[in-house]
């Protein structure tokens, strides 16, 4: 467990320093001027021009070289500050917390609901087998095909706009998350059901299990007993790697929906060349995808505690 824990602290240390790198390096990389589009998103685009630009470009000192603005950022980095808000001046801690919160909210509701549907689905499909096994996974791999910004196109059509049932974007009621969040759901339900399926067609065929039974034991005492824990290690396991997928997908979704969130936010910045922003949102996921595949590894332990002692 110590091994793993710090592992994963230097994992995150390479993370953090990786990502604000290259989020830096690819920002300065961008065409055209930057001063420009900071001054566009602050004034608007009608109000712009070369003399508002170059205000700008005092204001925040761009014309410095940018070894010396790296160096700079890596210092304030190393004293936990990550600066203000090149656009509105605020700081960029107080926009990434407030952010956080509703894509963490986002993300809940999608991870529990997809459990909710790829969970029933996965074992009723290895239990039952076909017919009713070649149409699940045939739909899943019909949802999974698609670009998760289409899907969230689909349900809004459909949802929104043809039965009027849910907003169409926004936030500040339930009824505007349930949209985003069925989408999230439906995109990693589409992969995690089949992981499910597997892992259970493969425990339910096991000799250990196949003996529970002839024991006298239950279908539902076998499966409490001797399936349960079996069929969890791969699963809990795949949604650590699925957790790259739940990422991409609420960028995406936040973007499509207008939902408050860091991928909503990190889409404007990127747009407005605020990167101090771009980078506080990038290293806020990073280090969120980093100690939640290390809470996945610690709950795999937890429920197999044989790797610990082959550790």
Not at 7 to 15: D, E, F, P, Y
Not at 203 to 209: E, G, K, L, S
Not at 272 to 291: E, H, K
Request: with cysteine; hydrophobic share 60%; glycine share 8%.
């Amino acid at each position: 467990m110590k091994a793993m824990l710090l592992k994963r602290a230097l994992q995150l240390v390479t993370v953090v320093w990786g990502v604000g790198t290259l989020t830096f390096i690819l920002m300065r990389s961008l065409p055209g001027d930057m001063a420009y589009r900071i001054a566009a998103s602050r004034y608007g685009q009608d109000n712009v021009n070369a003399q508002a630009a170059a205000l700008v470009r005092e204001e925040l000192n761009l014309d410095q070289g940018a070894f010396a603005a790296y160096w700079q950022w890596l210092v304030d980095l190393l004293q936990f500050k990550l600066g203000h808000s090149l656009v509105s001046g605020l700081p960029v801690a107080d926009a990434i917390q407030h952010m956080l919160g509703h894509s963490v909210l986002l993300a809940l509701a999608g991870l529990l609901v997809s459990v909710l549907i790829a969970v029933p689905l996965g074992l009723l499909s290895a239990w039952r087998g076909n017919p009713l096994d070649s149409v699940l996974m045939g739909l899943s791999s019909l949802i999974r095909a698609m670009p998760v910004f289409v899907l969230g196109v689909l349900f809004i059509l459909l949802f929104a706009l043809h039965w009027n049932w849910f907003p169409v974007a926004g936030f500040g009621t339930p009824a505007h998350l349930v949209l985003p969040a069925l989408t999230l759901a439906l995109s990693l339900a589409a992969v995690s059901n089949r992981v499910v399926r597997d892992s259970a067609k493969q425990v339910f065929r096991a000799a250990f299990y196949q003996f529970s039974r002839v024991k006298g034991l239950s279908a539902w005492q076998t499966f409490r007993r001797h399936g349960a824990r079996n069929i969890a290690v791969p699963v809990v396991a795949f949604f650590g790697i699925q957790l790259v997928s739940m990422i991409e997908g609420i960028v995406m979704i936040e973007s499509l929906f207008s939902w408050p969130g860091i991928g909503h936010g990190l889409a404007h910045a990127i747009f407005a060349r605020d990167i101090p922003v771009i980078q506080g949102a990038a290293l806020v996921m990073g280090v969120l995808f980093v100690a939640l595949n290390t809470l996945v590894d610690m709950l795999c332990l937890w429920i197999d505690p044989r790797g610990v002692r082959e550790a």
